[in-house]
């Protein structure tokens, strides 16, 4: 019986290992297709939040980049 049991954790991690995101995760029903899309997101989400230093950049009005010392994101407390 352990065996098995050691056969399906190979067979689950070698699917994980082959696996890459596609935009149809997030429909699929398989455990594995939606953890893909889940981390997906998350390091989509890292990603696009930039940087850990609370800066928003300078843009002008056709929301180029004119630097990245524009003005500082407040920092408050929830009430």
Same mark, same amino acid.
């Given at each position: ?11 689950? %991690?070698?699917?994980? %290992?082959?696996?890459?995101?596609? %935009? ?15 981390? +997906?997101?998350? %390091? ?23 630097? +990245? ?11």
């Amino acid at each position: 019986m352990v065996k098995k049991e050691n056969q399906n954790t190979v067979e689950s %991690a070698k699917e994980v %290992a082959d696996k890459t995101y596609e %935009a149809s995760d997030y429909k699929s029903q398989k455990t594995v297709d939606q953890g893909m899309a889940v981390t +997906h997101e998350q %390091a989509t989400d890292a990603y696009t939040e930039g940087t850990v230093d609370g800066k928003i950049d300078a843009v002008d009005k056709q929301t180029n980049l004119k630097s +990245h010392n524009g003005e500082d994101i407040p920092r408050k407390g929830f009430k």
